[in-house]
């Protein structure tokens, strides 16, 4: 589908190291005038590790924007000059102190394709060994590790509510069901 809005001006509203706000002032293919807010984020990698038990290393920390802790897979930014699986490797060995023998790419996501770009890509980390972590200065995480079952339970019952964690989760579910030659509904 070909672009219906022709960008009549942009004003920059705000600029940090991760977030880029501006406002887009558009016309419509019918002529009709609109405004766009768009926030431009520093791209990103989620991962979702598993070790040979079946069991999740997940992240537990408070998250100023919704005010609460929340519970999610490791991630964080892609730095400049790394690939998405380098910032996926090195964040959670940071954030959680475990590498992983095997890495399956399952893709990425936009989180709000109205207002947000920044795309986010999704591994899955199998064979996953516990060593050391080392969390970036001032960040307060607790490491949590659950069994896979328990976790997707939490994502369909909302108590896990972060966007990327939701979707990784239920991919990697769909993969590993994959994997068993299981017929899925």
């Not at 520093?42 to 802790?69: D, F, M, P, Q, T």
Request: net charge negative.
């Amino acid at each position: 589908m070909d672009n219906p809005y022709r960008l009549q001006s942009r004003r920059d509203v705000y600029r940090n190291p991760w977030i880029y706000v501006r406002e887009d002032k558009v016309v419509r293919n019918g002529g009709e005038s609109a405004t766009f807010g768009v926030i431009e984020m520093i791209a990103g990698a989620s991962v979702l590790a598993l070790n040979g038990s079946h069991e999740v290393y997940l992240i537990k920390e408070y998250k100023y924007g919704v005010e609460r802790s929340t519970m999610e897979v490791i991630g964080g930014a892609i730095e400049e000059g790394e690939t998405p699986l380098s910032a996926a490797k090195r964040e959670m060995k940071e954030e959680a102190g475990v590498t992983a023998r095997e890495w399956i790419d399952l893709g990425s996501l936009d989180p709000f394709t109205t207002i947000v770009r920044s795309p986010n890509y999704l591994f899955l980390a199998l064979e996953v060994q516990e060593g050391e972590s080392n969390p970036d200065q001032g960040e307060v995480l607790e490491l949590v590790k659950l069994p896979f079952h328990r976790v997707l339970e939490m994502v369909m019952s909302s108590e896990i509510t972060h966007a990327a964690t939701c979707v990784l989760v239920l991919k990697a579910a769909r993969y590993l069901e994959s994997l068993r030659g299981e017929s899925l509904p």
